[in-house]
């Protein structure tokens, strides 16, 4: 191969691992990836990513190279002490062909791999080292090279950006989740809990007037009870809005089956799921996350709205079309009704399949049920399709 097919490689390489870390949003995956990544693209035996914390402390140490029982015997992060520590202070590159031989150099700890060469290079983001990378012993026993060293940094470059967008990210998420535990403990306080203390009050008048007026005390104790209903109808609904928020959806039937589970499980809803065909490889993480969190809206109204006796959830795959419907029994609704926007929450239906180019089907009538159902070409551009 020549040197300028070696270079166009190298560009399709960093290329390729520019899209990749910029695509994941979950930060283990991130830092997980970036190691795997520089490994593979320097040919290193082993490769390794320290995080930083706000003083500089080491707070994640990630690997590539071993095994997990060989991370785990080798014990706890690194301290930042040897050669480590030098990365650290002075935030500079660190290029050795024998690590042994540098007195600064420390000691490995016990169960450690015994490794030779290092190529060490700061992640920099907007003039603050937020990590470290490196790089030991290629596969091919020659020492690291400017060229080397040169691709790394392209690479940290890269990798400081993924992990900063992965960390505001994540923090966006806690932000999300503390609001929404606050809204729903107003709820619980406002609602539920004004509704158990109402039915307790009137069993309390009910035990004082058994005796006297026991036709009254039959009305009122099942007063009481279709109020104990509605606070189960109401805690079941504050259950499926407490569910996890999911960002990253791995595998989408297998994440769709236990939407259909917590349903089934939730409720008195019998519920079943069909999935034909295979999903494409060629379905993205957006679009893969957008139809998941379409369904999940589509059975939260079954849920909490339909008062169905049954629901079903169809998933098809073809290398063409992906599509996911969920149908219920129950007593139905106008798509186009006042406010039916706001209670079903169609509006976020309907511009998740937008922001995807997925087209989004109602289908509902008044005691004849609802069928909600997303339709996503493979490929499909972000424009709106109604």
Known sequence: ??????????????????????????????????????????????????????????????????????????????????????????????????????????????????????????????????????????????????????????????????????????????????????????????????????VGLTLEDCVERVDEAPDEVKTSLEGAMNSLNDVIGDIRSYIFDLRPRVSVVADLPEAIRHLVDDLRINTLIQTSLEIDGELSDAITQDQALALFHITQEALNNVAKHSQAKSASVRLQASDRLISVEVRDDGIGFDPEGEQSHERHGLRNMRDRARSVGARLHLVGKTDEGTTVRAELSIGAATEAHE
């Open 1 to 198: 191969m020549t040197s300028t097919q070696d270079s166009l490689e190298e560009l399709r390489a960093l290329t390729e691992a520019g899209v990749t870390l910029t695509s994941e949003l979950a930060l283990e995956a991130v830092l997980q990836k970036v190691v795997d990544i520089a490994r593979e693209l320097i040919g290193a035996r082993y490769a390794a990513l320290s995080v930083l914390g706000p003083s500089s402390e080491i707070t994640r140490f990630i690997a590539s190279g071993i095994s997990a029982e060989e991370r785990e015997a080798i014990g706890d992060i690194p301290s930042g002490k040897g050669l480590l520590g030098v990365l650290l202070h002075e935030g500079d590159s660190l290029r050795l062909e024998t690590m042994s031989g540098d007195p600064r150099s420390g000691s490995l700890p016990p169960n450690h791999p015994q490794m030779t060469s290092l190529l060490g290079v700061p992640l920099i983001f907007r003039g603050r080292i937020i990590g470290n990378l490196y790089l030991t012993d290629k596969t091919d026993k020659r020492g690291f090279s400017d060229h080397d060293e040169d691709l790394v940094r392209l690479l940290a470059t890269q990798a400081a950006v993924a992990i900063r967008n992965a960390e505001l990210h994540d923090k966006a998420e806690s932000v999300a989740r503390l609001e929404e535990r606050e809204r729903i403990g107003m709820d619980l306080h406002d609602g539920v809990m004004q509704s158990i203390y109402a």
